[in-house]
């Protein structure tokens, strides 16, 4: 099981405000010191000088675009260099609309925030962590992230979107697989929605949507959900379940290759 530990040091991505900005007021509460990094270094520097007043801990600022390869460069060096405890891979933005109407250059852009770069920092970071046998990961995901199959007209158009955090959830779990049993910790944070800047900037409006939630208590949801050992952290799913039952929904269709072509596939012919 996980621990969260007074002293550890955890570079967050994606620092700046929302979700990422929640973890590390939580985690400076923690007694853990910081390495913010974001795009808006005015902002990461009034957060890692609020965090020193109120909770005495040390923040490095680190500003960097996660799409630009030389700044995502810069930041893998620091974690390569040993002393980061927990990473969390929570930068990102959306892109919301209809695939064909989606810029690719735009698509490629998030691509490169929601997964090339949590795979890039994971792998940056988990050689240090395996040989001391300690450390964690947590990637910030989406409840997107298992919309694949919903025809739901008051859901975001979401391909892209939706499929990177997909990634993201298959991503944690085999990794945890792999890592889970030397030390190490990997968890996917699924949310809902949450009010944050993130819907804002798409300008969308979501003050009169049902269930939105806080960046605070989403947070606090996956730190519990760290320290109970938990993976996959849907913060609203009351039931884990529901998340037993997607996973074993995916097994079954795994476990049904025996081989031979489906009944319904093949044709006869003369």
């Known amino acids: ?9 955890a570079l967050v991505t994606g620092a700046s405000s929302g979700i990422g900005a929640a973890y ?4 400076a509460a923690r007694g853990f010191n910081l390495v913010l ?11 890692a000088t609020r965090l020193h007043k109120e909770f005495g801990v040390d923040g490095q600022v680190l500003p960097a675009d996660l799409a630009d390869a030389t700044d995502l460069a810069r930041v893998e060096d620091v ?68 919309s694949g199959a919903l025809q739901m007209p008051q ?53 009169a949507a049902p269930n939105v939630m806080e960046a605070k208590d989403i947070v606090d949801a996956s730190l519990a959900a760290f320290e109970l050992g938990e993976v996959i952290c849907s913060p609203t799913v009351g039931d884990p379940s529901h998340v037993a039952a997607w996973e074993s929904a995916g097994s079954k269709l795994f476990a049904s290759n025996q081989g ?3 009944d319904r596939y093949r044709t006869n012919r003369a």
């Not at 099981?1 to 040091?9: S, T």
């Not at 590390?24 to 985690?27: I, V």
């Open 260 to 262: 031979v072509v489906a």
């Open 79 to 146: 974690l390569r260099a040993g002393g980061i405890d927990l990473l969390i891979n929570n930068a990102g933005f959306g892109a919301y609309m209809p695939f064909v109407d989606l810029d690719a250059d735009r698509a490629e852009k998030l691509l490169r925030v929601k997964v090339i770069a949590p795979t890039r920092l994971a792998r940056a970071v988990l050689p240090s962590m395996l040989q001391r046998g300690s450390g964690s990961v947590i990637n910030v995901a989406s409840q997107l992230a298992f």
């Open 1 to 9: 099981m996980a621990h969260l530990k007074r002293g550890d040091k």
């Open 37 to 47: 990094v974001a795009r808006r270094e005015d902002r990461l520097r009034d957060l």
């Open 155 to 207: 859901l975001p158009l979401r391909a892209t979107y939706a499929a990177a955090n997909a990634y993201l959830v298959t991503f944690s779990e085999l990794l945890n697989t792999e890592v889970g049993g030397r030390g190490v910790h990997i968890q996917v944070l699924c949310p809902g929605l949450v009010s944050t800047d993130f819907h804002r900037i798409q300008n969308r409006d979501i003050s």
């Open 24 to 27: 590390a007021d939580a985690l």
